[in-house]
């Protein structure tokens, strides 16, 4: 399965906006929809990829392996979750960690299209030769 690039950068965009928007409201319903968007685009279903689609109409000049980026969507979403689980229990340094570094991945996607859980991804395939 191939993924456009660029519509992984716009929805690292907006994820990066929306978990900023976590973080200054302290919204845990605004958290758990972006967990709902991180579980959908694991299955490729992102509904941000989709509004790119939606917006850009032209072909992208190359497309790339989709399995890192699904994994990274993976990776966001057991962030999420986890800062989800902090703002339910009131364990506020658990739900700002955990969102804050959920979007310092994306912001890094978003603003350098630098993927770290796609890094992750490629690290852990190295080290494990029989997840191939």
């Known amino acids: 399965m191939q993924a456009d690039p660029r519509a992984l950068r716009f929805a690292a965009a907006v994820t990066t906006i929306v978990l900023a928007l976590v973080l200054v409201t302290g919204s845990a319903w605004l958290l758990a929809a972006q967990a ?15 509004i790119f689609k939606g917006i ?8 790339e392996d989709a399995a890192p980026p699904r ?5 966001g979403l057991v962030f999420a979750l986890v800062g989800l689980v902090g703002y339910v229990t009131q364990i506020t340094p658990l739900a700002l960690g955990a969102t804050a570094a959920a979007l310092f991945a994306a912001f890094l996607n978003a603003a350098f299209g630098f993927c770290l859980g796609c890094e992750m ?12």
């Open 36 to 50: 709902v968007v991180f579980a959908l685009s694991i299955f490729g279903a992102s509904p941000y990829g989709m």
């Open 56 to 63: 850009v109409k032209s072909p992208p000049r190359e497309l």
């Open 71 to 75: 994994f990274a969507q993976g990776v």
């Open 121 to 132: 991804f490629l690290i852990i395939r190295r080290l494990l030769p029989a997840a191939r």
